[in-house]
Every structure is written in structure tokens, then in C-alpha cells.
């Protein structure tokens, strides 16, 4: 099924990313936690990989056991920064034989080595665009509640709104920890007359120093609530996961309750959070299931 279709039949939807094997994980750690992520059944998996496609070919093969052996639906992360139209065209095909349908189109984040080379792709609208001429693939985008650090407001407004009409059928937001940002955001965009399903991206926090790094690379911002959390209980490492997901259960009831149309959760691979989270929100669910006649 294609993730646009699941926003007819039931909101908000509740969806998981992962990551491919890196330098903490291996191939089997991953589809371990996939197995476990499985088992809460969210409505869809999204599997990224690394700055440059560093991690492309196990996507494609971490996507196809999210959907075919897990029966779960898959939204496979594709960037296109220093990619080739043959290569992007390889992989859509890859994809498709795989019964995927859904796609994250993405730039990419710049190599940190900042080497790049010369691609057919200039911006993620370009991607869209492509992509759009080949497959009838279902397509989500990226947003940021808080700018994009390359870009000024309304610069990142511009490009967001190119992308939505070159194709993207859904946004998903980097993380945030501020839901006030996100409602801000949202409502930047009715002005714009932009009306697209706006799936909340959350991060349990459950290492204080980690999150402090994520933080300064993407921009987002601290707020007192949770500097104060971080402040006290960083050093206590169970404090500060039963700490962090508490913080991340109140922003996700307020945004369901706020009709959000979806909540992404950031997992690190990691199951127990997203196990905690599930059991929370579990009698939400059954409702918005009830509703929807499932």
C-alpha cells in the first residue's frame, strides 16, 4: 500500500526509522530490532542510510524484509546529492522488483570529508521530479519545524514548496523537541495554502551527551523543560531513559490530541523506548482503529 492511501483510512499513523549497519550495528542487529519493531505493528518503516549513499545497498535489502518478510509497509530513504540519473534509475528499479512503494526523497546530508562528486541532481525537487517520470512510487519529503541550518525561513519555505509541487505526497519533520515549533511551522504553511499530511518526527532521548551532538548538527533547540532534564539526570544513565521517554510520551499525546496527522519515531535502533511508547498510547490507538471500523 502506498503511504499517501493510509492517511484516507486513519490518522494519525505511527511509523519507525531505522538505520543500516555502521560501525555500533551489524546486518543482524538491525533486522533483529526490525523483528521486534514489527511486533508493535506501526503502519509503515522507514530505513535511511548515510551521507553520500554510503549505506545504499542494504537499504534496499533492509526495505525488502521490512515489507515482504515482515509485511510491514516500507518507505526506503534515496538522496541524490553527487548521484547519477543511471544510478538513481538502477535503484528505483531494484525497488520496484522488491514490492516497495513508498520513497523518502531526500538531497542527502553533505559527506563531513566534503567530498562530493558532480551529480545529475541539484535539490530533492529535482529527485521528485525523476522519479515522478519513471515509477508510480508514493513520495515523502523532509521538513524542518525549526529552518534548515543552510537556509533562511523563507528560503527553506521556497525550496519546501517546490518540492511539494514537484510531487511529494507527505512531509516528515526532522526532530524537534518543542511542539510549539512544529505548530508554528504548520501554520507558516496554511498561509502558504499548502495542505499536506505532516508526520511528526520524535527522538526518545535516552543518552543525554548523544543528544546534545544530534542537537548541534540539526539544528534544533533545547528548551528549558528539557535542559533541565538533561541537566540533571545526563549522568544517570536509567534516570535519563526513563527521563527521555517521558519527555517524548508528552509531546507525542499532545500532538495526537493537537490531530497530527502522524507520528514518526527516531528509534537508534533501539526497541525498548518504542516498546514503552506503544504500551502508553496503546488505548489512543484501539480508539483511532475503532473509529476507522479496523
Same mark, same amino acid.
Request: charged share 25%; hydrophobic share 35%.
Given at each position: 500500500?502506498?503511504?499517501?492511501?493510509?492517511?484516507?483510512?486513519?490518522?494519525?499513523?505511527?511509523?519507525?526509522?531505522?538505520?543500516? $549497519?555502521?560501525?555500533?550495528?551489524?546486518?543482524?542487529?538491525?533486522?533483529?530490532?526490525?523483528?521486534?519493531?514489527?511486533?508493535?505493528?506501526?503502519?509503515?518503516?522507514?530505513?535511511?542510510?548515510?551521507?553520500?549513499?554510503?549505506?545504499?545497498?542494504?537499504?534496499?535489502?533492509?526495505?525488502?524484509?521490512?515489507?515482504?518478510?515482515?509485511?510491514?509497509?516500507?518507505?526506503?530513504?534515496?538522496?541524490?546529492?553527487?548521484?547519477?540519473? %543511471?544510478?538513481?534509475?538502477?535503484?528505483?528499479?531494484?525497488?520496484?522488483?522488491?514490492?516497495?512503494? %513508498?520513497?523518502?526523497?531526500?538531497?542527502?546530508?553533505?559527506?563531513?570529508?566534503? %567530498?562530493?562528486?558532480?551529480?545529475?541532481?541539484?535539490?530533492?525537487?529535482?529527485?521528485?521530479?525523476?522519479?515522478?517520470?519513471?515509477?508510480?512510487?508514493?513520495?515523502?519529503?523532509?521538513?524542518?519545524?525549526?529552518?534548515?541550518?543552510?537556509? %533562511?525561513?523563507?528560503?527553506?519555505?521556497?525550496?519546501?514548496?517546490?518540492?511539494?509541487?514537484?510531487?511529494?505526497?507527505?512531509?516528515?519533520?526532522?526532530?524537534?523537541?518543542?511542539?510549539?515549533?512544529?505548530?508554528?511551522?504548520?501554520?507558516?504553511?496554511?498561509?502558504?495554502?499548502?495542505?499536506? $499530511?505532516?508526520?511528526?518526527?520524535?527522538?526518545?532521548?535516552?543518552?543525554?551527551?548523544?543528544?546534545?551532538?544530534?542537537?548541534?548538527?540539526?539544528?534544533?533547540?533545547?528548551?528549558?523543560?528539557?535542559?533541565?532534564?538533561?541537566?540533571?539526570?545526563?549522568? +544517570?544513565?536509567?534516570?535519563?531513559?526513563?527521563?527521555?521517554?517521558?519527555?517524548?510520551?508528552?509531546?507525542?499525546?499532545?500532538?495526537?490530541?493537537?490531530?497530527?496527522?502522524?507520528?514518526?519515531?527516531?528509534?537508534?535502533?533501539?526497541?525498548?523506548?518504542?516498546?514503552?511508547?506503544?504500551? +502508553?498510547?496503546?488505548?489512543?490507538?484501539?480508539?483511532?482503529?475503532?473509529? +476507522?471500523?479496523?
Amino acid at each position: 500500500m502506498k503511504i499517501a492511501e493510509l492517511f484516507t483510512k486513519k490518522q494519525p499513523t505511527i511509523s519507525f526509522e531505522v538505520f543500516p $549497519p555502521n560501525n555500533i550495528y551489524t546486518l543482524e542487529d538491525v533486522y533483529h530490532a526490525i523483528d521486534e519493531l514489527s511486533i508493535l505493528k506501526p503502519d509503515f518503516m522507514s530505513v535511511t542510510y548515510g551521507a553520500g549513499g554510503s549505506t545504499r545497498r542494504n537499504s534496499v535489502s533492509i526495505a525488502s524484509k521490512i515489507k515482504n518478510v515482515n509485511k510491514i509497509e516500507a518507505l526506503a530513504h534515496l538522496t541524490c546529492i553527487g548521484a547519477k540519473k %543511471n544510478e538513481i534509475d538502477k535503484i528505483l528499479e531494484e525497488l520496484k522488483n522488491n514490492n516497495i512503494e %513508498n520513497i523518502m526523497a531526500l538531497r542527502g546530508d553533505i559527506p563531513q570529508n566534503g %567530498n562530493i562528486e558532480k551529480g545529475d541532481f541539484l535539490y530533492a525537487s529535482d529527485l521528485i521530479k525523476h522519479i515522478k517520470t519513471k515509477e508510480n512510487f508514493s513520495i515523502g519529503g523532509a521538513f524542518y519545524p525549526e529552518g534548515h541550518q543552510e537556509t %533562511n525561513d523563507i528560503l527553506d519555505l521556497f525550496n519546501l514548496k517546490n518540492k511539494i509541487e514537484s510531487g511529494t505526497d507527505f512531509l516528515i519533520s526532522q526532530i524537534f523537541f518543542d511542539n510549539e515549533k512544529f505548530y508554528e511551522f504548520k501554520e507558516k504553511l496554511k498561509k502558504l495554502n499548502i495542505d499536506i $499530511p505532516l508526520i511528526a518526527g520524535i527522538m526518545p532521548i535516552t543518552n543525554g551527551k548523544q543528544i546534545r551532538k544530534i542537537t548541534s548538527m540539526c539544528g534544533c533547540s533545547i528548551p528549558p523543560k528539557l535542559k533541565k532534564i538533561l541537566d540533571r539526570y545526563e549522568n +544517570n544513565p536509567i534516570a535519563m531513559r526513563e527521563a527521555g521517554i517521558a519527555y517524548a510520551m508528552e509531546q507525542i499525546v499532545e500532538l495526537i490530541s493537537d490531530d497530527v496527522s502522524g507520528i514518526h519515531i527516531y528509534t537508534m535502533n533501539r526497541v525498548e523506548a518504542s516498546k514503552k511508547i506503544m504500551e +502508553n498510547i496503546g488505548s489512543i490507538l484501539r480508539k483511532r482503529d475503532e473509529n +476507522n471500523g479496523y
